[in-house]
């Protein structure tokens, strides 16, 4: 056992002459010691893995959960406002950041292009959208190219796609919602 003495920078123990004594065991001592020298060796090695790979990975998992918030309400939502104008969002289940909202020309006014909504909808700050139309063909050489800019060449319907991106906020989903109702309020029947 051994006794430390400190001195007292304010004075307060008068009793004690301004010092205040500490009873250490020396075997307790020795193992905090142990104990701080391996902790410290430890995050001499952890530290610059933990840096290098941990921190980058915990920054992508939480933008991939805030991608995927942003994604379920950006589904939710689309969904609403295909039920308002009788559309429907595409069933897509492998894909986890693009949605789907169908387009059936019947629902637009006489003369509407389709592929107006998606330059409309950029004129109002929307960017991103891109309208398919299932008659667009592209001749390259030889090779003409059904459904042009589809997945694939005979889709029944047109669609317009929207992507939940990093970096796109909650707010953004409900600016984005509002303007293709108000737009849909415009150009449908």
């Known amino acids: 056992v051994l006794s430390i003495t400190h001195p007292q920078s304010s004075g307060i123990n008068a009793e004690y002459g301004g010092f205040y004594s500490c009873r250490v065991d020396l075997f307790s001592v020795h193992k905090a010691c142990v104990i701080l020298v391996i902790f410290v060796i430890l995050m001499d090695l952890y530290l610059p893995i933990c840096c290098s790979l941990s921190l980058p990975c915990l920054y992508q998992v ?3 959960f805030h991608v995927s918030q942003v994604y379920c309400n950006l589904k939710a939502g689309l969904e609403k406002v295909a039920n308002k104008h009788g559309e429907r969002i595409l069933d897509t289940p492998t894909n986890q950041i693009s949605l789907a909202f169908t387009l059936t020309p019947a629902h637009f006014k006489e ?5 107006e909504l998606g330059s409309m909808l950029f004129q109002r700050n929307v960017t991103g959208a891109r309208v398919v139309t299932t008659t667009a063909e592209k001749t390259i050489g030889a090779v003409t190219l059904h459904g ?3 997945h694939c060449d005979n889709y029944p319907t047109a669609y317009i796609t929207f992507a939940a991106g990093v970096g796109m906020k909650l707010s953004d989903v ?3 919602l ?3 109702d108000k737009l849909l309020d415009k150009v449908s029947l």
């Open 174 to 176: 409900d600016v984005l």
């Open 178 to 180: 509002t303007k293709l």
């Open 148 to 150: 042009f800019g589809s």
């Open 111 to 115: 003369g509407f292009q389709l592929t």
């Open 62 to 64: 939480s933008r991939m």
